[in-house]
């Protein structure tokens, strides 16, 4: 069973920051929390992942709170084409992805 | 950069057929690992790859098989398909030996069995 939590949907106004939560209470300590996203039937496209800090990249900011049992991706300045389901995946590394509902967001204009 | 890539894109067939997808991981990734993802479904994993040996098994139906290759890339083998088997499938491609390894995904496969 996937070991996150995430809301099962958000609406964000475009040009706002898109800021998804995810609860990952039972993650272990050498476990990463990945954040992928698929637009309609694509494959899943990666974002960004993080171990214990805060990360940062061209696409978006990773927050992990400091007991690491939750985490927020934020996308600064959304647009329509982040609109897509949004998945929050805990795993160790080079082990299968176990995918949970994800979170569908609509960044509407 | 070069991505993942995945043949055929779409693909039809009738029920008891055979299919094979084929899947080219990203240059230098030694890593693959194939997803099924059913209509309005969430990915779930099947079966990874490293170096030719399989590493991981999940979901996959005794009728289907994957090998990986001494190039790396690998393909899946289906057999007898069933209607359930129409899904999309997914490869992604890792590199192994870093304590960071991230799945780069491929634009999928769209096996329809009738």
């Known amino acids: 069973d996937a070991k996150t939590t995430q809301p099962p949907s958000m609406d964000c106004a475009e040009g706002r920051a898109a800021n998804l939560p995810c609860n990952h209470s039972t993650i272990s300590g050498n476990e990463y929390v990945y954040w992928y996203r698929q637009i309609h039937s694509q494959g899943p496209q990666y974002i960004i992942h993080?171990?214990?800090?805060?990360e940062t990249n061209e696409m978006a900011s990773l927050i992990i709170t400091e007991d690491r049992k939750s985490s927020t991706l934020i996308l600064p300045h959304a647009t329509l084409r982040d609109t897509a389901v949004y998945y929050c995946i805990v795993t160790y590394s080079n082990y299968q992805l176990i995918w949970g509902a994800g979170t569908k967001l609509i960044i509407k204009p | 950069a070069a991505g993942v890539i995945q043949s055929p894109r779409h693909l039809i067939k009738e029920k008891r057929e055979t299919a094979t997808l084929k899947c080219y991981p990203i240059p230098r990734h030694d890593t693959v690992y194939w997803y099924q993802q059913g209509p309005g479904q969430d990915p779930q994993f099947l079966i990874s790859?490293?170096?030719?040996?399989?590493?991981d098994k999940g979901s996959i139906p005794d009728r289907f098989s994957a090998q990986q290759f001494s190039d790396y890339h690998s393909e899946l083998n289906m057999s007898s398909l069933e209607l359930g088997d129409s899904a999309l499938y997914f490869c992604a491609s890792s590199l192994y030996g870093r304590n960071q390894e991230t799945q780069y995904f491929g634009p999928g496969t769209r096996l329809l069995v009738l």
């Open positions: 993080g171990l214990k800090n805060n």
């Open positions: 790859f490293y170096e030719k040996m399989q590493s």
